[in-house]
């Protein structure tokens, strides 16, 4: 007889187990879950799980993990996963003025530096509030406290790219655990000590609550290869690249046109069928403020590059269009005086600093190599939604160049992407999580 069970009151590691006995033991999981509540599931878990000898077991079980008071560059190693699943502190909707600034030089010159960020950072948002009531006045119709809202996440949107890298916020990793060991496992070999620290940290409490899924054996070697591969591809930078926006195809359009009437028919909302992913990748190049890259970097279903932030390729435009003459003109002056103060920074014992920590010091307006690669459908899905017109407009614009060049690179499809130019937009007050009273 068909039936249906829901189980959803069980420790990650009992529900996965009781996933697994299927394999082994077709029996209906009311009988596997008698053996669970009556063993009790750490005994369960030791009696079963270690000798398993399945990684897919891994897949069964979930956790949440949160990770909290690490800076901007360890939240990109952490998100940096296939299956990332979690959420974010928002620099577009949050006041990060009272975060604590990661300063892992120490020296009266760093510590100058972030202060120095900080401080503008904070300038920049009083300022801009009335600044920017006067650009954008209150229309008829509209409701104040989402005007307000609207307002206020415009002014987070322009002075976010005076925000440090070093400085700290908070997100959260829903993940199974599988995929938390195989992630950890990388991060653990990251060429930044935080994000190594950090790795060591999670490894350590998921060892506690879950030993059985957390004490596999280490080998040199593979520890060895992980750390060459980490090397590799920690962080990517290309002068190539921030040009200008550039892509590549792969596609295979002999295939695609098999399946025509789904490119061409497709309506706004709509998703491609994941089977196209089997048509090859479309790339894409572009530059971009590291701010609004670490909103593109949500979309996992394509490949992307850890950019490495860098002085080098200057800061990125769009943030001081948006200022007043009076506060651009300050804001040039902190760039051109702190530029050159990230430029002369020592260790404390005179050594140089490499640039993966000098990151920390650096503002994310400043504009980074993106490099992003995927099949069809994860392309257009990601120009489509980030062409919206609540994106940042930094992302959105080259979200609406991705959009096109799909449109280009595949006749016939059917493209939703939003061309719209960039306006005012008083939605952004609405997109807020708040208490129902």
């Given at each position: 007889m068909r039936e249906i069970i829901i189980v959803d009151d069980l420790a990650p590691e009992a529900v996965a187990m009781v996933q697994a006995l299927y394999s082994r033991d077709p029996k209906s999981v009311k009988t596997h879950l008698v053996q669970v509540r009556e063993k009790g599931a750490e005994k369960f878990m030791a009696s079963y799980y270690v000798g398993y000898g399945h990684k897919s077991i891994g897949d069964c079980g979930t956790t949440s993990i949160f990770v909290e008071?690490?800076?901007?560059?360890?939240?990109?190693?952490?998100?940096?996963?296939?299956?990332?699943?979690g959420q974010e502190a928002s620099t577009r909707y949050l006041d990060m003025a009272a975060q604590t600034v990661m300063d892992p030089?120490?020296?009266?010159?760093?510590?100058?530096?972030?202060n120095e960020w900080m401080r503008f950072y904070r300038h920049a948002l009083t300022a801009l509030v009335p600044a920017l009531k006067e650009r954008f006045p209150i229309k008829e119709g509209e409701k104040e406290p989402v005007y307000e809202k609207a307002i206020k996440a415009r002014a987070f949107d322009i002075a976010r790219g005076f925000l440090p890298a070093g400085v700290t916020t908070f997100a959260a990793w829903h993940t199974n655990l599988r995929q938390a060991y195989d992630h950890v496992k990388e991060m653990r070999h990251h060429p930044l000590a935080e994000v190594r620290e950090t790795a060591e940290l999670i490894r350590t409490s998921l060892r506690e609550r879950y030993p059985s899924s957390f004490s596999h054996k280490e080998y040199p070697t593979e520890e060895?290869?992980?750390?060459?591969?980490?090397?590799?591809?920690?962080?990517?930078?290309?002068?190539?690249?921030?040009?200008?926006?550039?892509?590549?195809?792969?596609?295979?359009?002999?295939?695609?046109?098999?399946?025509?009437?789904?490119?061409?028919?497709?309506?706004?909302?709509?998703?491609?069928?994941?089977?196209?992913r089997q048509y090859g990748n479309i790339e894409f190049s572009f530059p971009l403020d590291f701010g609004s890259y670490r909103d593109l970097q949500r979309h996992r279903s394509m490949v992307q590059e850890m950019p490495l932030l860098t002085t080098r390729h200057?800061?990125?435009?769009?943030?001081l269009e948006q200022l007043p003459p009076e506060l651009r003109a300050e804001a040039e002056r902190v760039?051109?005086?702190?530029?050159?103060?990230?430029?002369?920074?020592?260790?404390?014992?005179g050594s140089p600093v490499s640039d993966i920590v000098r990151q920390y010091y650096i503002a994310m307006g400043y504009t980074v190599a993106v490099k992003i690669t995927g099949p069809l459908p994860a392309a257009v899905y990601t120009a489509e939604l980030r062409s919206s017109d609540t994106v940042h407009p930094t992302l959105r614009v080259q979200a609406q160049r991705m959009g096109d060049a799909i449109r280009e690179a595949v006749p016939g499809i059917a493209m939703h992407h939003d061309t719209s130019p960039g306006t005012w937009n008083i939605k952004r007050g609405n997109h807020d999580i708040v208490r129902k009273e």
């Open positions: 008071n690490v800076s901007m560059l360890v939240t990109k190693a952490v998100q940096d996963w296939p299956l990332y699943n030089i120490d020296t009266p010159e760093s510590r100058a530096i972030q060895e290869y992980l750390e060459k591969s980490m090397a590799e591809f920690a962080y990517f930078d290309d002068d190539e690249a921030v040009k200008g926006f550039s892509y590549r195809s792969t596609l295979d359009i002999d295939g695609l046109r098999r399946h025509a009437d789904l490119l061409a028919l497709r309506p706004p909302k709509a998703e491609l069928h994941q089977r196209l200057g800061f990125y435009g769009w943030y760039l051109a005086e702190q530029e050159k103060r990230i430029a002369a920074l020592r260790m404390a014992g």
